[in-house]
């Protein structure tokens, strides 16, 4: 069964710094992993999408690496502000093991102190 | 504007009653989902399906029903038979195809007292 781990649960860092958040999953069989940003009682935005067979996606100050042979990737977000305050989410589209759908992790939930 | 809607925002409902979460797309999209999400815990998949008039069961599919009678909408209801009903429930999309992403409507927050 396909298990998603994001690290650090909770993160707060003053405003500017470079900052690196961890996601894992157990099966490296997947169609293509996604991140997305949760703001405080609302729906997700999706930041950025990696496909199986690439190692990395850009958007502006955001940049997410796919590592699948071992099960890792990272957002990178550079020069961060306190609009990038939210809720961090991972996800993996799996290959098999029954329904098709993502599965998540529990997030990382960012504050950016000004 | 192009996007995924959810009705009502807010939803209050007497345990035992059932009752219907709204989900509409104009972005043209084959494949829809429905998604839970608790406190402390990651989305959980409830239904999907891939075209109109098929949709299969996600991993939590049991209390719950759907149909997709038209590509643009996937109502989803939760049925008294749902033990745990009060989350937030978040519906999505994307073109057919595994590799595509999936785009998210604003969710629905149902509180069952």
């Known amino acids: 069964k396909q298990e998603v781990t994001q690290i650090p649960a909770a993160l707060s860092v003053p405003e500017g710094e470079n900052l690196v958040l961890n996601c894992s999953f157990t099966d490296s069989a997947i169609y293509n992993l996604q991140w997305f940003r949760q703001d405080p009682g609302k729906g997700l935005t999706s930041l950025l999408l990696?496909?199986?067979?690439?190692r990395e996606q850009t958007s502006g100050r955001l940049n997410a690496s796919l590592d699948k042979s071992s099960g890792r990737s990272t957002l990178y977000i550079a020069a961060s502000q306190p609009g990038d305050s939210a809720t961090y989410l991972c996800a993996v589209h799996r290959v098999g093991g029954g329904a098709d759908g993502l599965t998540f992790g529990k997030g990382t939930h960012l504050i950016i102190q000004p | 504007d192009g996007g995924i809607t959810q009705s009502p925002k807010y939803l209050f409902r007497k345990e035992g009653q059932n009752v219907t979460l709204s989900c509409e797309q104009n972005?043209?999209?084959?494949?829809m989902y429905w998604y839970r999400q608790d406190p402390g815990q990651g989305l959980r998949l409830i239904y999907y399906?891939?075209?109109?008039?098929?949709?299969q069961k996600g991993d939590i599919a049991e209390g719950y029903s759907v149909s997709r009678e038209k590509k643009e909408s996937f109502p989803l209801t939760v049925t008294s038979a749902q033990k745990n009903p009060t989350a937030f429930y978040l519906c999505a999309s994307s073109m057919q195809g595994r590799t595509y992403e999936q785009y998210f409507g604003p969710g629905t927050r149902l509180t069952v007292t």
């Open positions: 972005l043209n999209h084959d494949a």
């Open positions: 399906s891939q075209i109109v008039n098929d949709f």
């Open positions: 990696i496909q199986s067979s690439q």
